[in-house]
């Protein structure tokens, strides 16, 4: 089945596909369209070896990104530290809350075994060790389970965060049901989204196996296949309001 495309907006060839789709070719191709993509690139892996701050700066490039993907344009913006870092705080924590508040949660259901593990230790040979031992093995499968089902959930979750994040939404997490509600508005669209996801992080890891050297490149031009795919979402999104 031939899907048309629309034309993209005048002003480059980076527009976001036709109505009611998301293309991953569309972002594939996105990502060599700038002559200058290695540098670029490559300059923002450089910048991620600054401890949290680099890779705010990152997502605040990505932000550029994704607001010149909506505009229609096709390159990619150079280094801005200043302004970068401004707008990359917004994605950050729209991330970093879920990503927090889900680890919080983790560690306290973890120290549940403490009490089991002081009562095995002070019961040592006897039958209550036993006991606890077990308890405590219980817990550890429980938690391991629930870390396991919560870390797909944030993958799932994670472009739709990054999305409010270009927003300059910072704390998305407030407010589940808009997201719920877009994603069930297009649901197979967002399915589309999170694969292309996986695709690009599966992009930027080839650079890790190569060496480490390859993953200032590929880690950034991962970035960048996947905010091409956000700003396609978006515009499904503004076309629900």
Request: glycine share 14%; charged share 10%.
């Amino acid at each position: 089945m031939e899907i048309k495309q629309k034309q993209p907006p005048a002003g480059g060839g980076g527009g976001v596909p036709s109505t009611g789709t998301v293309d991953i070719g569309a972002a594939f191709s996105f990502l060599t369209k700038d002559p200058q993509w290695v540098q670029k690139a490559g300059m923002m892996g450089l910048i991620t070896l600054i401890p949290i701050v680099g890779y705010v700066v990152l997502l605040g490039w990505c932000r550029e990104i994704f607001e010149r993907v909506r505009a229609g344009e096709d390159t990619l913006p150079s280094l801005d530290f200043g302004k970068q870092l401004e707008k990359g705080w917004a994605p950050f924590l729209a991330v970093f809350s879920v990503g927090f508040g889900f680890g919080a949660l983790i560690f306290v259901l973890q120290l549940f075994t403490l009490p089991f593990a002081l009562i095995g230790e002070a019961t040592r040979g006897t039958g209550i060790e036993t006991i606890a031992g077990l308890i405590m093995g219980l817990i550890g499968m429980l938690v391991g389970l629930l870390a396991m089902v919560g870390a797909l959930g944030l993958n799932v979750a994670m472009p739709e965060l990054i999305r409010r994040g270009f927003t300059g939404e910072s704390f998305p997490i407030a407010s589940p049901k808009l997201s719920i509600a877009a994603i069930k508005a297009n649901s197979g669209a967002y399915i589309m989204v999170v694969l292309g996801a996986i695709v690009f992080n599966m992009l930027g890891s080839v650079g890790v196996m190569a060496c480490y050297v390859g993953m200032f490149v590929t880690i950034p031009l991962g970035l960048v296949g996947m905010t091409h795919m956000i700003a396609q979402w978006q515009k499904l999104v503004d076309e629900q309001a």
